[in-house]
Antibody, heavy 118, light 112 residues
């Protein structure tokens, strides 16, 4: 079964750090771009970051540039989101997604909640 | 950044009736390869998003054929020919032509 399992969310203080993980199974992970998309409570979807198949190319929404880093380990079939200098406005459910191209994500994880609060 | 504007934001529909959601982009979504990277996603209550349509009008497998996508350039539409109870949720358009990728605000479909 093709599946993505997100993990790593939790409560963190403003200015703190958190690392999200996403474990993929059921498909050839190294063939696909991967994305992180977030959804603040009661709000819409916001694309956060993308990484290409070998990890050499990354793209970010402006609001997280310089604070978040997307990476992947193809040997472990996993993609990560390192989040530093977290702000209250980063509070959201974070989804990883398989991106077969141009953001048209066809497989989504179940999401992991990140709460930034003192 | 490309701004995606959906309308309406709320869509009450009677079961069995058609529904239509508009999505407009602030720039053309035609990529240099000639393709238009506009997708539609459905998010049912309490669930992760699900892709319905990509490249304007291509269905995903398993998506009922009552869903259809159309449009070009900056103007796109998602249509549901006959709304069923399982269609309740929020629908988003998303462009993947220009970085950063951007979503519309979402249209909440409910049964009247």
């Amino acid at each position: 079964e093709v599946q993505l399992v997100d993990s790593g969310g939790g409560l963190v203080q403003p200015g703190g750090s958190l690392r999200l993980s996403c474990a993929a199974s059921g498909f050839t992970f190294s063939n696909y771009w991967m994305s992180w998309v977030r959804q603040a409570p009661g709000k819409g979807l916001e694309w956060v970051a993308d990484i290409n198949q070998d990890g050499s190319d990354q793209y970010y929404v402006d609001s997280v540039k310089g604070r978040f880093t997307i990476s992947r380990d193809n040997a472990k079939n996993s993609v990560y989101l390192q989040m530093n200098r977290l702000r209250a406005e980063d509070t959201a459910v974070y989804y990883c997604a398989r991106d077969p191209g141009w953001g048209a994500s066809d497989i989504w994880g179940q999401g992991t909640m990140v709460t930034v609060s003192s | 950044d490309v701004v995606m504007t959906q309308s309406p934001l709320s869509l009450p529909v009677t079961l069995g009736q058609p529904a239509s959601i508009s999505c407009r982009s602030s720039q053309s979504l035609v990529y240099s390869d000639g393709n238009t990277y506009l997708s539609w996603f459905q998010q049912r209550p309490g669930q992760s998003p699900r892709r319905l349509i990509y490249k304007v009008s291509t269905w995903d497998s398993g998506v009922p054929d009552r869903f259809s996508g159309s449009g070009s350039g900056t103007d796109f539409t998602l249509k549901i020919s006959r709304v069923e109870a399982e269609d309740v949720g929020v629908y988003y358009c998303m462009q993947g032509t220009h970085w950063p990728f951007t979503f519309g605000q979402g249209t909440k479909l409910e049964i009247k």
